[in-house]
């Protein structure tokens, strides 16, 4: 069953080349986590893989758009999905971003990951324009 889910938009206090440029290399990623979380992650220029609750979990850049999206798909993981990362330019030199993830989720999946993977992603976005902003972005530790 295929599910999606769309982030709400934000408005980051950069231009989106320099929003896409930090996300492009995943690596970059595994430099933004809190430093007793990097032990899980390994990340090369295209894939990123971490252990989450024992499993192996991992994704790999399948597209890129020069400084307007990044698309993602998992790579080893027990259901097919994408994660479109969108840098679209906003007034002022601002970015507006926002992520949408397709998944083929079962029902059960569907209804356990949802509302969670939707909070996840509208979160994620809102700690990306606090820190835009010189904000200490706001996180609650995510259980899935």
């Given at each position: ?18 929003l ?5 290399d995943?690596r970059?990623?595994?430099a ?15 894939t ?17 758009t ?9 790579d ?27 998944a ?6 569907k ?5 969670r993977?939707?909070?996840?992603l ?5 700690a ?7 904000r200490r972005?706001d996180?609650p530790?995510?259980?899935?």
């Amino acid at each position: 069953m295929s599910a999606r889910y769309d982030s709400k938009h934000g408005l980051v206090s950069r231009p989106p080349f320099d929003l896409y440029m930090g996300f492009c290399d995943l690596r970059n990623m595994v430099a933004m986590l809190p430093e007793d979380k990097k032990k899980d992650v390994q990340a090369t220029y295209d894939t990123l893989e971490a252990s989450v609750q024992g499993f192996k979990l991992g994704v790999k850049v399948i597209e890129r758009t020069p400084y307007s999206k990044i698309v993602l798909e998992g790579d080893g993981t027990p259901f097919a999905f994408t994660v479109e990362m969108h840098f679209d330019a906003a007034p002022d030199g601002r970015t507006d971003f926002w992520v949408r993830v397709d998944a083929e989720l079962n029902a059960m999946l569907k209804m356990m990951l949802g509302k969670r993977l939707q909070e996840g992603l509208d979160q994620m976005v809102d700690a990306l324009v606090a820190a835009s902003e010189g904000r200490r972005p706001d996180i609650p530790d995510m259980k899935f």
